[in-house]
């Protein structure tokens, strides 16, 4: 008789939307939700490898694990994701006590590995190179947490290949989701009460070019679009390269898409933009800011940002401080280039030493602190609509606006999964905090 199972997860939405996905496919199996892996008969390790901390944290938890393991010999404890994508006989090598290995392309087959442990096949290792790219991507069961925002994959991997990145070998080249199947999931998610949608991609401007009749993302948002009970659109990660003004307008157009576009700009420097193979300059950037904010004055626009890449100067540095400054980011992700083994950017000679982009990345941060807060300040005293996500753990409420500001109120709880017009009283650089307008006539 299945137990209880429980999901560790790392990394991106992405690999939160493939959680769902092992969720799914277990309680289909008839196991049963744990809140602690203390509690469960199966757990389950999803990993990331962007950067080398996120393969530590991995290793870190599955040793934690281990323990568990020792105490209780017959947990199954599986790992998946991207870091076995990548480094599978390292898996293997460092964490013995694992009984079941499988990777991104065949997490469907969960069902029957799990079966093959069960029935005391010792350790199970199935990690797929590729799906077949003649096989239809699989419509899987998911079991999500909450019934506000829902994740929902488009596209699959990614042909860009960065030299900074893994993410094409390990998650393969890119394969868009029929339209057809996207806006089914939508209608599931209507159904189950779901208020927003999240159109997931490594690079979702790149949605359709492989499908035939050929499509692209801003037909798919008009399609999404028409799904009854959907209130707010959202869509993640787009690349400054296929950015185009058709998607720009039509995210303008769409009342229920959201005005914030999330755009990797990773340099201010045209040099290192080259070396990383972005095949984009910063002036091509900028004017990509241009159309979005001409269309959407009050858009925010978010990015994720690299220090220290090989070869990086401080001069250099100093162009995507300045970068930073000219856009005015509402937030930034930064990180300090972290080297993966099998990209070209590991192999450059001139890598920067590790003081040098700690100290880097304190100065970016310090200065998309001052940048966000200086987004914020003129939030002050407006009214901004807030979907209601949660109550926070301190008590009260936590939304964001359709701008993606996280705001902070106090409310009743029936309020969660609702819009809620939010006058802000402070502002922080990461964080909102208001109170509800006419919160009386809404509860209830």
């Not at 469907?108 to 590729?130: F, S």
């Not at 409310?411 to 009386?440: H, M, N, T």
Request: charged share 25%.
């Amino acid at each position: 008789m299945p137990g209880r199972y429980h999901i560790i997860t790392y990394g991106c939405q992405m690999n939160v939307r493939d959680s769902e996905t092992l969720a799914g496919l277990l309680e289909a199996m008839g196991y049963r939700p744990a809140d602690r892996p203390e509690d469960a008969d199966v757990v389950l390790v999803n990993t990331c490898t962007v950067r080398e901390s996120a393969d530590e944290r991995a290793y870190g938890r599955l040793g934690e694990l281990r323990r568990l393991k020792q105490h209780r010999p017959g947990l199954i404890l599986g790992v998946a994701g991207c870091l076995v994508q990548k480094d599978r006989e390292e898996v293997l090598k460092r964490a013995p006590h694992v009984d079941l290995v499988f990777g991104v392309h065949n997490l469907h087959r969960l069902p029957e590995l799990l079966r093959q442990v069960e029935e005391g096949c010792g350790r199970v290792y199935e990690v797929w190179d590729r799906r077949p790219k003649d096989e239809p991507l699989p419509v899987l069961p998911a079991a999500r947490k909450g019934r506000v925002r829902g994740y929902v994959n488009i596209i699959h991997g990614c042909n860009k290949f960065c030299t900074f990145c893994i993410v094409p070998f390990v998650r393969g080249r890119e394969r868009s989701v029929p339209p057809e199947q996207v806006v089914a999931e939508v209608r599931a998610l209507a159904a189950q009460g779901y208020s927003e949608v999240t159109l997931l991609g490594q690079n979702v401007d790149s949605y359709g070019h492989d499908l035939r009749p050929r499509t692209d993302l801003a037909d798919l948002l008009q399609k999404v679009h028409e799904v009854p009970g959907i209130q707010r659109i959202r869509f993640t990660t787009s690349h400054p390269r296929d950015m185009t003004e058709k998607l720009v307008r039509t995210v303008a157009e769409l009342p229920k898409v959201c005005e914030h576009i999330h755009l990797p700009v990773q340099s201010g420097d045209d040099e290192i933009l080259r070396r990383m193979h972005r095949a984009y300059t910063v002036a091509d950037y900028l004017r990509t800011v241009d159309l979005i904010r001409s269309w959407m004055p009050q858009a925010s626009i978010t990015t994720d940002l690299i220090v220290g890449f090989p070869g990086e100067t401080e001069a250099q540095f100093e162009n995507t401080l300045r970068l930073v400054e000219r856009v005015g980011f509402d937030a930034c992700n930064t990180a300090a280039y972290s080297p993966r083994e099998g990209t070209k950017a590991a192999t450059f000679p001139d890598q920067v030493d590790e003081e040098t982009k700690q100290r880097r990345l304190w100065a970016l941060n310090q200065l998309a602190e001052r940048v966000a807060y200086a987004r914020n300040r003129p939030l002050v005293g407006t009214v901004q609509e807030v979907l209601v996500e949660e109550q926070g753990r301190g008590g009260g409420l936590v939304g964001r606006t359709r701008t993606n500001k996280v705001v902070t109120f106090d409310g009743p709880p029936d309020l969660v999964g609702r819009c809620v017009p939010v006058r802000i009283r402070e502002a922080g650089s990461w964080v909102l905090r208001g109170e509800p307008v006419g919160v009386a006539a809404l509860a209830g």
